[in-house]
């Protein structure tokens, strides 16, 4: 009996042990009961284990290598993930599809915008782009003709050239007039190249071949001069440019609304207060914004020992528009405080006179002084411009008993577009007395003028103006394009701006 008792007990531990053994071993977060804890998640899935390496090659009895067997496919995703749609095999055609048609550019129209050359790149340009839709040419120091001259330079790089062609018929009505000259004129025949070659240098050289044609060849160079920009703020004019005194002097003239710059600006350059001149110049912006203020600080000296002819008369001096050769400080201050409102204020100081043998008559003047304050206002319809001038008659020759004169001009012109072609009247009004010391100098102007701008670069211009001496009063100074006899004028003319 006890036997078969033991016998039975070694049979069950037998068969327990047996059954342990085909029961995997549990980790402590598999046993039931068994908190997790520093053990990963149960509902995160487990990685598939990586795969063995593959086995070294075997030798074969021959000496060579036994090939690899071939790698064993990849594991397939865990059960219980969608399954992975077959990818879609591209159709390929035979012919490959045409490339799109380039895209074209617009085909650009030599009819005129609305705004003209010297609104878009004028004088003071420089950071307000909302006022470039505007008729109103801008002024340039320098007095460059085109109006494509921002005061930082040219928009280009290298080298440019442009012609401006003015051809006139003119007609005065009044016969008992000794200056009239009926008949057509070549009036200006610019040719100006131009050279940028860096940021910060730049360089205008300007010919008038009309001088040739009327043998005055000596006055035919108008402009040669180069500017240097170191800073933004800071600019230098070296050469022979434009004074700066009178306000029509700096304004573009393949812009200007009329025929003729008036009496006035004839005047200014006769007692050497305007006109060109050789010296050195410079432009300062000192407030934040460059608009608000342009300093302009300028002196010239008559062309100095350039201008000296020696001939077989002696030595006579014949420089550019006959400047004497004498110091003269010229400064303009020109703001734009508002929108469409340019201010300007201009003053001229001769220290030093030019009064001798070696000086042609015509080109001799005395100390002197003059001031001008002039005011724009534009908009992309209308221009509204006008200027006050007064100063002293430095001229020797044609100034008479004159000591001083004052004068003062304005103008409106309205710019309308009409199919394509621009038609701007105009409208002047001018004032000068140039002996404010005697009752018998007074002159006056009035002009209505039509601009038809057929394109871009071609304009016809009719002018109609009436000159008026005061009732009574004779003239007791010469000077040359100051009129003396009342007179009516016709001006026909066409412009070529290439």
Known sequence: MRLTLLGLAIATLALGARARAQVPAQTPAQVPGRPDIGQPSTDVEAQPAPLPPPPPPEASPDGGVVPAPP????????????????????????????????????????????????????AVSDDDETETHEIAPRPSAK??????????GPKFHGFQFRLLLQTRYTYQFDDKNPLKDNGFSLNRAFLR?????????????LVDFAEFAYSNPQQALKQVYGEIRPYKRLEFTVGLFKRLYGLVELLPIAEYEFADTGVIDSLIKDVQFGGRDVGVMSRIDPLP??????????????????????????????????????????????????????????????????????????????????????????????????????????????????????????????????????????????????????????????????????????????????????????????????????????????????
């Open 71 to 122: 790698p064993a496919p990849p594991p397939g995703p865990p059960l219980g993930s969608p399954p992975i749609p077959p990818a879609e095999t591209p159709i390929v055609s035979p012919n490959p599809p045409p490339p799109p048609p380039p895209t074209e550019e617009p085909e650009k129209s030599d009819k005129p915008e609305v705004t003209v050359e010297s609104a878009k790149h004028g």
């Open 289 to 498: 914004k460059r608009r608000w203020l342009h300093v302009y600080l300028a002196a010239y000296g008559g062309a100095g020992e350039g201008a000296d002819v020696t001939g077989t008369t002696g030595t006579t001096h014949n420089g550019p528009d006959y400047a004497a050769p004498s110091l003269l400080l010229e400064g303009r201050l020109e703001s734009r405080p508002v929108k469409h409102l340019m201010l300007g204020a201009t003053g001229a100081w001769r220290p030093q006179s030019a009064v001798d043998a070696d000086t042609v008559p015509y080109a001799q003047v005395t100390t002197g002084k003059a001031v001008a304050v002039d005011a724009t206002i534009s908009n992309r319809l209308l221009v509204v411009r006008g200027e006050w001038l007064w100063g002293d008659r430095t001229d020797v020759l044609t100034r008479g008993d004159a000591l001083t004169y004052m004068g003062a001009w304005g103008m409106a012109a309205v710019r309308v577009a009409v199919d394509g072609v621009v038609i701007m009247p105009a409208v002047r009004f001018e004032w000068l007395n140039d002996d404010l010391q005697h009752p018998e100098g007074d002159r006056y102007i009035f002009t209505g003028a039509l601009n038809v701008d057929v394109a871009r670069q071609l304009r016809f211009l009719f002018d109609y103006s009436n000159y008026l001496m005061r009732p009574g009063g004779y003239a007791i100074s010469k000077v040359q394009g100051v009129f003396n006899n009342s007179f009516d004028q016709f001006v026909v003319q066409l412009q070529l701006k290439i």
């Open 193 to 205: 190249g131009s050279a940028h070659p860096y940021k910060w240098l730049s360089a205008k050289l």
């Open 143 to 152: 007095g460059d003709p085109f109006g494509d001259e921002p005061e930082l």
